[in-house]
């Protein structure tokens, strides 16, 4: 079968073999692995990353055209993209209407190259599909890094379902309700920066990092600890220190200058969040060392130890082995852990993508460390991800296939239908997510200078509903307004005297 893929070219060296020799012996290895029993784990493995690719894109759209997405974040990131395509760059409205940047809240400036896409197509289904076709293709990394490491197409096999399976790789590819985040595209561009840089092609994975950069204001720093593994594990000091300052720099910057100087508030929006423990990066400096007892009391709560453990355990602690690997999801395990969001700390958003794929690259290489015990890890790593992987957001949204021909589906297909492109708007939350596509959209009960009103009365997301049926009803019973249109709870309003377009 050839020499162990863990033997590196340096070894090879060491015993008379040439540069040139050893590169050829590493080619001619990689053609062995594609014969036989890698052929077959080889197709099982694609065919597996394209089933599950189809299977979850499939569900984002069930999930978009039964209108079960919301203005957040999927309305959000769309509009961001149709502003920056129409010249107002990064620009984003909020429910009353006020525009303000995009980077006063993240910095994921990834959005801008979907504007090109925009430009032919502003369909909000384009972020769903990618973000799904995206996700699943994480499992190609594993899979090499697993079979290049371990010798064994079968055992790369195993780790390569385990991350698909594993619930958190589950709602970054689909997140019911809340649509796309480009953060959840570093998942893939972690784990192939990795591969590429096990492979020592820093050219590959200079360019995957720094768009892994652009998904989210503290993932520079998570993707710059692939700089201190690396100068470990290759002895390539410099080029591993730079990556780690690079990341750290781009990070402090993005927290103590992007987000403040674009924020309409001069803070983080998500500053409260923090309170108990400092608000801010430098106040929980700060407090970490006037009142540790602070950030322990922040974390130490049984709902935070269930998502630790649902979140740890199918990896079998074997990312233990790697510590310098796993350095870089501690960012967004400290920024989940410290937070009073609970949404932080529960699998089904995208808050554990700057986790995932260091969690998941570290296991593999924790697997190497142990390959010569008799226990099959890889199996074992697959059973603990199919043990969790009903935790799964294509159970959470069962009910949409059968809802899909529904006359209330079809009110609001034929509501939406009736707003004229680029009208000012104000809509009900699920339903200003599918009206995103201009300049003015305001959240319901917010009008603003809308001429239309598009509300779903059985809107769940609004917490007090008598109080948001009776401003419904307010609004249908008022002069300015007419009623276009009214079904199954779904309420069409135009105003009198306005135009009835742009």
């Not at 896409?117 to 769903?128: A, G, K, Q, V, Y």
């Not at 609970?342 to 794929?357: E, K």
């Amino acid at each position: 079968m050839g020499r162990d893929p863990a033997v590196s070219d340096t070894a090879l060296e060491r015993k008379g073999v040439p540069g040139a020799e050893s590169a050829l012996a590493a080619v001619r290895h990689r053609v062995e692995l594609d014969r036989g029993e890698a052929a077959v784990a080889l197709r099982v493995v694609y065919a597996g990353v394209a089933a599950y690719a189809a299977l979850f894109v499939f569900a984002a759209v069930i999930h978009y055209l039964v209108f079960q997405e919301a203005r957040l974040d999927l309305g959000n990131m769309v509009q961001t993209i149709w502003n920056t395509l129409h010249g107002h760059v990064l620009e984003l409205g909020g429910p009353s209407g006020s525009h303000g940047s995009r980077l006063g809240s993240h910095v994921d400036p990834l959005l801008v190259v979907f504007v090109p896409i925009f430009w032919i197509s502003s369909s909000p289904l384009i972020l769903l599909v990618a973000q799904a076709l995206a996700v699943a293709s994480g499992a190609l990394p594993v899979f090499w890094l697993a079979r290049k490491h371990l010798g064994s197409p079968r055992a790369a096999a195993h780790f390569a379902f385990a991350y698909l399976l594993y619930p958190a790789t589950q709602f970054n590819a689909f997140t019911p309700g809340d649509g796309f985040h480009p953060v959840s595209l570093a998942v893939p561009l972690v784990l192939f920066a990795v591969w590429f840089l096990d492979e020592d092609r820093l050219v590959a994975f200079s360019a995957v990092a720094l768009l892994a950069f652009s998904t989210k204001e503290e993932i520079p720093l998570a993707v710059g600890c692939l700089g201190i593994w690396y100068a470990v594990r290759k002895g390539r000091r410099l080029f591993g220190a730079s990556v780690f300052l690079a990341g750290l720099g781009v990070t402090l910057f993005n927290f103590l200058w992007v987000i403040p100087h674009f924020s309409p508030t001069g803070v983080d929006p998500f500053a409260d969040r923090y309170a108990g423990v400092g608000g801010t990066p430098s106040g929980i400096a700060q407090k970490a060392v006037t009142d540790p007892g602070a950030l322990v009391h922040a974390v130490a709560s049984g709902h935070k130890l269930g998502y630790l453990l649902l979140l740890l355990l199918p990896s079998l602690g074997l990312f233990l082995l790697e510590p310098l690997l796993v350095l870089g999801a501690v960012p967004d395990l400290a920024i989940n852990l410290l937070s009073s969001n609970v949404n932080q700390t529960s699998l089904q958003f995208q808050y554990t993508a700057g986790i995932l794929p260091f969690l998941v690259a570290a296991t593999v290489f924790g697997a190497v460390r142990l390959k010569d015990r008799s226990i099959d890890l890889p199996l074992w790593v697959l059973v603990g991800a199919a043990a969790v992987a009903i935790y799964s957001p294509l159970v959470l949204s069962a009910g949409d296939v059968r809802a899909l021909g529904s006359q209330s589906v079809a009110a609001k297909k034929h509501a939406l239908s009736l707003v004229p492109e680029g009208a000012p708007v104000s809509a009900s939350t699920r339903l200003a997510g599918y009206l995103s596509t201009r300049r003015l959209i305001y959240t319901f009960p917010s009008v603003g200078r809308a001429h239309w009103i598009v509300v779903d009365a059985a809107d769940e997301t609004y917490l007090n509903q008598k109080a948001y049926k009776r401003i419904v009803r307010r609004y249908e019973a008022s002069k300015a307004w007419r009623t276009v249109f009214a079904t199954d709870g779904v309420v069409v309003l135009r105003k009198r005297g306005g135009p009835t377009g742009k």
